[in-house]
């Protein structure tokens, strides 16, 4: 398996490449509030409020739509869980009533188009069929994400850390949410372009995951978060070219890349348990 040679021979796998890169700054920038926050089940309410949207923007105004369906899908989302939360103390109830509904509605309408191939193309994308206005696209999206993220770094660390000194520090609750539920979102609809809506969920997780099995701080998380995006792009890019193409086995390039992200998390679990365990020992003979 070469896993250099096909992104320089052919430019289907060049521009899914970059679209990694391009997940990879958008993973580094949000994926670690994600994993400092406990956010996994936010986001995957996330996930599946903007599947209504990907599914009717696709099916009204054909591929082109779905980029605008899904945006306008997670704003709606990103605001309604974002006040939602500054009502009910837990949250966890109505995440899982947007996630149902949102999902069926997009089922629906999906179903009622007559096009129920359709489904599967929004579910688990089309990597391979990425077009450089597409790409385009995904990198202008997720930079608008990106820049909200830096510009309220200081608001986010507060309230990861120190919710209550985050008020105290003049930073306003609902604003910081608001900026990084609606960046969750806009990611979402950036992911669920390249990796489809049904595995976008492991881009936000998984990286950040990994890293803080690391032991990493918040800018080693931020480092290895785009790091681990990055190489599962790669890697699975690289095994799925070499298997369907090579092979002649139809092995779809999203399942890879995340099952890349798995192999990434049993790495980080094996190395944190060991580098735990080698701290213990140091602590002891310390003691002693």
Not at 131 to 152: D, E, F, K, Y
Not at 188 to 203: D, E, I, P, Y
């Amino acid at each position: 398996m070469n896993l250099i040679v096909p992104f320089l021979q052919y430019d289907f796998m060049l521009r899914a490449l970059l679209a990694f890169v391009v997940l990879a700054v958008l993973a580094a920038a949000i994926g670690p509030f994600v994993a400092l926050r406990d956010l996994e089940f936010v986001s995957d309410g996330l996930v599946h409020a903007v599947f209504p949207g990907l599914a009717i923007g696709a099916l009204a105004l054909g591929r082109d739509g779905a980029l605008p369906g899904a945006i306008i899908a997670g704003a709606i989302a990103a605001a309604v869980l974002t006040l939602t939360a500054t009502r009910v103390r837990q949250a966890d109830a109505p995440v899982a009533v947007v996630l149902t509904t949102a999902f069926s509605i997009g089922v629906i309408a999906v179903s009622a188009s007559g096009f129920p191939g359709q489904l599967e193309l929004l579910l688990f994308g089309q990597m391979f069929a990425i077009r450089p206005a597409q790409l385009w696209s995904i990198a202008i999206v997720a930079s608008v994400a990106v820049v909200a993220m830096i510009v309220t770094r200081r608001g986010q660390l507060y309230r990861a850390f120190d919710p209550e000194g985050a008020r105290a520090a003049g930073f306003r609750p609902v604003a910081t949410d608001l900026v990084l539920n609606m960046s969750l979102a806009v990611a979402v609809v950036a992911g669920s372009q390249v990796l489809g809506n049904l595995l976008v969920l492991a881009l936000l997780i998984i990286p950040a995951a990994s890293a803080r099995n690391f032991g990493a701080g918040i800018i080693g998380m931020v480092v290895l978060s785009g790091v681990f995006t990055l190489v599962a792009g790669w890697a699975g890019l690289a095994v799925a070219f070499d298997v369907s193409v090579g092979r002649g086995v139809n092995l779809s390039p999203s399942g890879a890349v995340v099952g890349a992200f798995v192999a990434i998390y049993a790495a980080s679990l094996i190395i944190g348990a060991v580098r735990r365990a080698g701290l213990h020992r140091l602590r002891r003979g310390s003691a002693s």
